[in-house]
């Protein structure tokens, strides 16, 4: 995977300009977005006073303003180190796995079922243990997690796929797929879609969740998501896109954070509008049934997502 830094001008796989995060937070209202959703992460994680979760929030703004992207992550997460916030972050992973699987369990078939960009493979031991019987899983990713091993001991089945790679199954071999904040993490999502419809029954079903931008007020149903959301649906699209780069990166790099070049996690930011994934979903072969907006479903990830139930063809 590549890991040169983004600049200004280099174009993502929708040919969007990724910025700088230091160009990103010079705009007062993203940075002001940022600071109200790092306090808020901050206190989930669990730090106390004001004066503290606010030192933490500026130091990153900061650090994100003054500092190369490797030269950030690293002081960072330093940071988080110190504060003791580190152990929180790997049990909101776990927390994490369970919210996918409510999410997702209701849409995906018995059978066959591909959890593709499986990440430690939490969701689909959980998708496998809701129903063992009439439903088999099977998990990939590009990089294999640590947690891969135990889940194998169990009886779970582990690809290890190149990024943008061939999946290593026969045509139409699965009756449903997971691809749970996959795509905006692939240099090339046209080709994941290209493999999931090739590896996919006709008529089976792909469920993908992804991170969103272009979010109006009036998606959300509770008063508590709008709310939540309340600040982001303030700024406009290309605000909205901005700031999620800056989470985005924040999630994966710092939270979930790795000395290792091979370990860290893909960015090439491919992030895109609610209506326009689903055209791109079409354009692919799949007919969308159902949209869900989850909207900010998810601490100490700050991403709007939604999740697209889709047939193939």
Known sequence: MSLKRK???????????????????????VAAFAREKLSLIYRSLGARGKKKIGKLTEETIRLAMAHSEPV?????????????????IDDS???????????????????????????????????????????????????RHENISGLENAGLR??????????????????????????????????????ASRVLKKGGRLVVI??????????????????????????????????SIFFDHLYNRIFHYSEDPAGKVNLPHNLSTPKDWSKFFEKHGFREIKVEHNGFDHLPAIEYHTLHVLEKG
């Open 7 to 29: 600049t200004d001008l280099m174009p993502n796989f929708f040919g969007k300009s990724i910025p700088r995060y230091s160009t990103i937070l010079m705009d007062p209202k």
């Open 72 to 88: 950030y992550e690293r002081h960072a997460r330093s940071m988080l180190e110190s504060a003791k916030l580190v152990d929180r």
């Open 93 to 143: 992973l776990k927390g994490r796995s369970r919210e996918i699987f409510s999410q997702v369990n209701q849409h995906l078939p018995d059978g066959k079922v591909l959890d593709n960009g499986c990440g430690d493979g939490n969701v689909g031991a959980l998708l496998q243990r809701w129903d063992p019987h009439s439903r088999s899983v099977y998990l990939t990713d590009v990089y």
């Open 158 to 195: 582990f690809s290890h796929i190149r990024q943008g790679g061939i999946l290593p199954f026969d045509k139409g071999y699965f009756d449903g797929m997971l691809l749970a904040a996959v795509l905006h993490h692939s240099d090339n999502p046209s080709k994941v879609l290209m493999e």
């Open 210 to 243: 992804e991170s969103v931008h272009g979010i109006q007020p009036g998606h959300l149903k509770s008063k508590r998501e709008q709310k939540l959301a309340a600040s982001y649906t303030a700024l406009s699209k290309e605000q909205q896109r901005r700031a």
